[in-house]
Nanobody, 122 residues
Framework: QVQLVESGGGLVQAGGSLRLSCAASGRTSSGYDMGWFRQAPGKERDLVAAITWSGSITHHADSVKGRFTISRDNAKNAVYLQMNSLKPEDTAVYYC???????????????WGQGTQVTVSS
């Protein structure tokens, strides 16, 4: 089992920045690929960004390319999502997830955090 706890969400004005963190514990979390997903009210959960366990490969959704950056620190069992130039449409609950496989595929991920709310005001 892997436990994931997100933090860093909050209310920010459009154009601002936030950095989300995901702390992993339990089984060897450094062996897992990691992803950030988000879900807005009434919408499906979508992949925002993902990173392989080594950190050598990342994937970012087109909607966030150039604005968001995923990174990880395996020594700290942590994954981060730096979010810059935030827009109101980025408002959602953001979830951290862990799994093994194709990082851009939701079914890869078997462990999920509880989520952290990000609200971007216009």
């Amino acid at each position: 089992q892997v436990q994931l706890v997100e933090s860093g969400g909050g209310l920010v004005q459009a154009g601002g920045s936030l950095r989300l963190s995901c702390a992993a514990s339990g089984r060897t979390s450094s062996g897992y690929d990691m992803g950030w997903f988000r879900q807005a009210p009434g919408k499906e959960r979508d992949l925002v960004a993902a990173i392989t366990w080594s950190g050598s490969i990342t994937h970012h959704a087109d909607s966030v390319k150039g604005r968001f950056t995923i990174s990880r620190d395996n020594a700290k069992n942590a994954v981060y999502l730096q979010m810059n130039s935030l827009k109101p449409e980025d408002t959602a609950v953001y979830y951290c997830a862990a799994g093994r496989g194709t990082i851009a595929t939701m079914r890869t991920y078997e462990y999920w955090g509880q989520g952290t709310q990000v609200t971007v005001s216009s």
